[in-house]
């Protein structure tokens, strides 16, 4: 069983449309995350959540908004998609309790907007 | 704020060649410190973590050693493989708060 899944896996589309990016983790962990990877690789927090509720939210266009349903769950929605969000967007999750939790990534979803 | 700081490569190497990535941090109270790789067209992957000063994080071969007098969390493998090329980030999470801080990453390849 995968433990941190994200669909879907490859997105391509047209600038100015919408397009929603959903996460699910089966660890029962607390916290999920959205980080962005641009393409020098370099690894960008979005949001986070802790059951359910929204902890961390770095400078991130309106345009982006996040919804977690439960604590099992965060999806990503885009809308009015510019070029420049074309990354790869990881979906992440870890147990806050104690110190030294780690992050558990979900195999990524390149997003490419055309 | 928190940051990390990593030699950002690319760093090639022949196989069975020694690695040391250098990885240095800026963080208030005493972080978690972290090494996660990432394979080509995967996820990032915890390599290894060390959670106090003089703790050694070790797997496959890799090590590092939690330095807090130098702020520091250097990676090393004595001997490289082909399939260690890979992305490698060092990463901290403070015990302030719920973020995780990643460096740029280095990216390593290993000729045969």
């Known amino acids: 069983d995968t433990a941190v899944s994200q669909t879907p896996k490859y997105l391509v589309t047209q600038m100015g449309n919408d397009k929603s990016i959903k996460c699910e983790q089966n660890l029962g962990h607390d916290t999920m995350y959205w980080y962005k990877q641009d393409s020098k690789k370099f690894l960008k927090i979005m949001f986070s959540y802790n059951n359910k509720e929204l902890i961390i939210n770095e400078t991130v266009p309106n345009r982006f908004s996040p919804k977690s349903p439960d604590k099992a769950h965060l999806n990503l929605h885009i809308n009015s998609l510019e070029l420049g969000d074309s990354a790869v967007y990881f979906c992440?999750?870890?147990?806050?309790?104690?110190?030294?939790?780690?992050?558990?990534f979900g195999e990524g979803s390149r997003l490419t907007v055309l | 704020g928190d940051s990390v700081t990593q030699m950002e490569g690319p760093v090639t190497l022949s196989e069975e060649a020694f690695l040391t990535i250098n990885c240095t941090y800026t963080a208030t109270g005493y972080p978690s410190l972290f090494w996660y790789v990432q394979y080509p067209g995967e996820g990032l992957q915890l390599l290894l973590k060390a959670t106090k000063a003089d703790d050694k994080g070790s797997n496959k071969g890799f090590e590092a050693t939690y330095r807090k007098e130098t702020t520091s969390f250097h990676l090393e493998k004595g001997s490289v493989q082909v399939s260690d090329s890979a992305v490698y980030f060092c990463a901290l999470k403070s015990n302030y708060g719920q973020n995780f801080v990643f460096g740029p990453g280095t990216r390593l390849s290993v000729l045969p």
């Open positions: 992440a999750s870890s147990q806050t309790r104690g110190l030294n939790g780690e992050l558990f």
